[in-house]
């Protein structure tokens, strides 16, 4: 059995972590030959490094690259710093990129994985999303491997047919903590009570998106981007006990779904191994207790962000950068109070709205003006990025741009 060498990137987040208990248990199997990380836990960062011994960390800054020298002293391993660091090391001799960055920022690792030829298994949704058809078309057959635990259902379920018998995927969704609540209930949630989910312990960023269902818009566009579906024939239903993690439906009626309690070392184990599994990743279902598995339709109008991103996706080109965008400056906003929950969807629909408009005045400012498919580049996806997120900031600080 030979060694798989895993380079990962943002390895002292959720994904991170689980990813390196995944490899823990499998010595044998894996070998942990970079990390990269943003520095803000620089002690478990040192940790990881006596751990597991990877020749080159990467860090965006010299301050932590000076923090981590100092906490590893002589044992300290080569170090790779610079805003461009993860993404020379995701362009690395290795068998497998684990791509855990939290959002936009993961962008040029992840085209970076894709130029090398490596296996990317992409937890970084939001890169996928943004650069849309630049990263599908980067990809070799089988060459990006979805790390999220829906679209891993998803690529398990599609095993079971062929692409043209498929009739549409169905997007299971945990609903976050406020299912079931009105707008009016929803005008004064807290951050605290918009972080603290009820099947998943996950970043700060994913954990407000599973609240607001963007994050759910996200893997919208992401399913239609990997498994080549129409976003018309993607439809999301709320499973609040986060079992199912996705099914696909077939033209003779018959759905095919994947479960497995929520453990996000599963769709790991498998993202690093694929197409084959790992044994005992994570416990299977257990059938000796009783157990109800409940859906239920997804309430668009409480929570318009599924909806926001069918519009950005069928935009595509710039238009599902801008919604990622404004959406992680209107997070931040929420997340130091200056905005209420619901101003969250609220001001992505703004932006995506500007976007989209084409309005003149919007053409002379850089990233404003959205730009299709066909003229899209790494360039405009930024410029778009950028601009949204300023545009963002602007509305939830009351000012003009
Ligand atoms: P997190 O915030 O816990 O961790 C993010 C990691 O990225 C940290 O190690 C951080 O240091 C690093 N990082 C951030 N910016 C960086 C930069 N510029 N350069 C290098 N490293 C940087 O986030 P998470 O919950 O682990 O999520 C990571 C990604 O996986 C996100 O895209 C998220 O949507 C996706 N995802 C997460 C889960 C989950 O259960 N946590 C499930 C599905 C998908
Ligand atoms: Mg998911």
């Given at each position: 059995?030979?060694?798989?060498?895993?380079?990962?990137?943002?390895?002292?987040?959720?994904i991170?972590?689980?990813?390196?208990?995944?490899?823990?248990?499998?010595?044998?199997?894996?070998?942990?030959?970079?990390?990269?990380?943003?520095?803000?836990?620089?002690?478990?960062?040192?940790q990881?490094?006596?751990?597991?011994?990877?020749?080159?960390?990467?860090?965006?800054?010299?301050?932590?690259?000076?923090?981590?020298?100092?906490?590893?002293?002589?044992?300290?391993?080569?170090?790779?710093?610079?805003?461009?660091?993860s993404?020379?090391?995701?362009?690395?001799?290795?068998?497998?990129v684990?791509?855990?960055?939290?959002?936009?920022?993961?962008?040029?690792?992840?085209?970076?994985?894709?130029?090398?030829?490596?296996?990317?298994?992409?937890?970084?949704?939001?890169s996928?999303?943004?650069?849309?058809r630049?990263?599908?078309?980067?990809?070799?057959p089988?060459?990006?491997?979805?790390?999220?635990?829906?679209?891993?259902a998803?690529?398990?379920?599609?095993?079971a047919?062929?692409?043209?018998?498929?009739?549409?995927?169905?997007?299971?969704?945990?609903?976050g903590?406020?299912?079931?609540?009105?707008?009016?209930?929803?005008?004064?949630?807290?951050?605290a009570q918009?972080?603290?989910?009820p099947?998943?312990?996950?970043?700060?960023?994913?954990?407000i998106?599973?609240?607001?269902?963007?994050?759910?818009?996200?893997?919208?566009?992401?399913?239609?981007?990997?498994?080549d579906?129409?976003?018309?024939?993607?439809?999301?239903?709320?499973?609040?006990?986060?079992?199912?993690?996705?099914?696909?439906?077939?033209?003779?009626?018959?759905?095919?779904?994947?479960a497995?309690?929520?453990?996000?070392?599963?769709?790991?184990?498998?993202?690093?191994?694929?197409?084959?599994?790992?044994?005992?990743?994570?416990a299977?279902?257990?059938?000796?207790?009783?157990?109800s598995?409940?859906?239920?339709?997804?309430?668009?109008?409480?929570?318009?962000?599924?909806?926001?991103?069918?519009a950005?996706?069928?935009?595509?080109?710039?238009?599902?950068?801008?919604?990622?965008?404004?959406?992680?400056?209107?997070v931040?906003?929420?997340?130091?109070?200056?905005?209420g929950?619901?101003?969250?969807?609220?001001?992505?629909?703004?932006?995506?709205d500007?976007?989209?408009?084409?309005?003149?005045?919007?053409?002379?400012?850089?990233?404003?003006?959205?730009?299709?498919?066909?003229?899209?580049?790494?360039q405009?996806?930024?410029?778009?990025?950028?601009w949204?997120?300023?545009?963002?900031?602007?509305?939830?600080?009351?000012?003009?741009?």
């Open positions: 059995m030979d060694v798989r060498e895993v380079v990962l990137l943002g390895s002292t987040g959720s991170g972590t689980q990813t390196l208990d995944v490899v823990s248990r499998n010595r044998d199997r894996f070998a942990i030959t970079a990390l990269s990380a943003a520095g803000s836990r620089i002690d478990l960062l040192a990881q490094v006596r751990d597991f011994s990877p020749k080159v960390v990467a860090l965006p800054t010299s301050e932590a690259a000076d923090a981590l020298r100092k906490a590893l002293g002589t044992d300290c391993p080569e170090l790779s710093v610079g805003p461009d660091a993404t020379e090391l995701a362009a690395a001799d290795c068998d497998v684990l791509n855990a960055i939290t959002g936009a920022a993961g962008l040029r690792p992840t085209m970076a994985t894709l130029a090398r030829g490596t296996t990317l298994a992409l937890a970084n949704k939001e996928l999303v943004i650069g849309g630049l990263v599908t078309s980067a990809a070799a089988g060459q990006l491997v979805a790390v999220d635990s829906e679209h891993s998803f690529a398990q379920a599609l095993r047919g062929r692409a043209d018998e498929v009739r549409r995927l169905i997007l299971t969704a945990s609903g903590p406020f299912r079931g609540r009105t707008a009016d209930q929803l005008r004064d949630v807290t951050v918009a972080l603290a989910h099947n998943w312990s996950m970043g700060r960023v994913i954990t998106n599973s609240s607001t269902l963007v994050n759910k818009g996200l893997e919208l566009l992401e399913a239609h981007l990997l498994y579906v129409a976003l018309e024939d993607i439809t999301v239903v709320v499973h609040p006990q986060s079992i199912v993690h996705s099914m696909v439906e077939y033209v003779d009626g018959s759905t095919i779904a994947q497995s309690p929520p453990d996000m070392r599963l769709p790991i184990g498998l993202a690093l191994t694929w197409p084959d599994r790992l044994p005992d990743v994570a299977p279902c257990s059938w000796t207790d009783p157990t598995w409940t859906f239920e339709p997804l309430d668009n109008e409480t929570f318009p962000a599924v909806d926001l991103a069918r950005a996706g069928a935009a595509a080109g710039t238009a599902p950068a801008v919604y990622n965008a404004a959406n992680e400056a209107a931040d906003a929420f997340c130091e109070g200056r905005i929950f619901l101003d969250i969807t609220a001001t992505v629909r703004i932006v995506l500007e976007h989209l408009a084409q309005t003149v005045d919007v053409k002379s400012t850089p990233g404003a003006a959205w730009i299709a498919d066909g003229d899209l580049s790494i405009a996806v930024l410029a778009a990025d950028s949204g997120r300023r545009r963002a900031e602007a509305i939830t600080r009351k000012e003009s741009e």
